[in-house]
């Protein structure tokens, strides 16, 4: 009863096997990101390469052969529509020939399930931070079983953000990894800090690191941005906690890679007698275990997808899915 996962939404090609929640194979292939930011054609044509090399060696490591999938799951959204087509493409040409139903799924949700089924907890509050998108989210019942967004940014992602600034330093390769390891043995220098409520931006602070550069350290300015946008996360997530009373909390998404970001939740939820949790970092980056893990909390739930609805969706809001589990 294995599930295939296919996920393209941006910069990775990946394909996992799922089979009673147990990931069997996570493998993937990624577009190197060009020194002018990413280049949504160059990055599909990319997938269009890998996408075979991908699906197969995800087999592979599952033990299985393609007689054994009885689901195949593809990211609908949000992401980059050309990224995207890839792996839809991908995912329905399988479906169709290997005779399974296929599930559209959304790619926050994803990041959100796959770390709310490894943490064990039940009904975590998180913290989703990723290039595209920072949300602060917890599951309701009302008016249907949805994840709720309680915060969430004005305008970029807090990903974006640090790539942004990697590019700006000249940073090799220009995302948030690059920037941690700038921001070691830096000194703090005050920056913008805006949260408003559980709501929070970014596009202020980054305009700000950008021109510090040329008048301080490189790792102070590193060290600062990190330090402010992690610390706004930090306690809009807080607000969120102590408003929805929940006992957990799991970060996931690309910036949940972060020890920083990890560190400073982990103290934050022990001084309310709370529970933190980050996924391996196999899971936080984008992945095909996590959307194969969904499309088979979908199967299981006999949710039936019409034609017409497996598509992709470049804007595709987690707080417009509904839960069927
Ligand atoms: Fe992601």
Redesign the pocket.
Known sequence: MAVLGIES??HTFGAGVVENGAVLSNTKAMYRIESAGMIPSRAADTHSRNAARVVRSAMKQAGIGFDDITAIGYTKGPGIGHCLRVGMLTAKTLSNTLGVPLYPVN?ALA?IEIARHLSGFRDPLALYV?GGNSQILGMVSEPSRHYNVYGETFDIGVGNMLDNFARAARLNPAWGSSVARLAAGGHYIHMPYTVKGMDFTFTGLLTCAVKMLSEHKPSDVAFSLQETAFAMLAEATERALLLTRRRNIVAC??VAQSGRLASMLRAMAAQHDSKFFAAPNEYNA?NGAMIALVAEKMRNAHVRVPERELTVMQKFRVDAVRLWW
Do not use: L, R, T, V
Request: charged share 10%; glycine share 24%.
């Open positions: 939404s941006a790619h990041h990723s998404g690309g984008d």
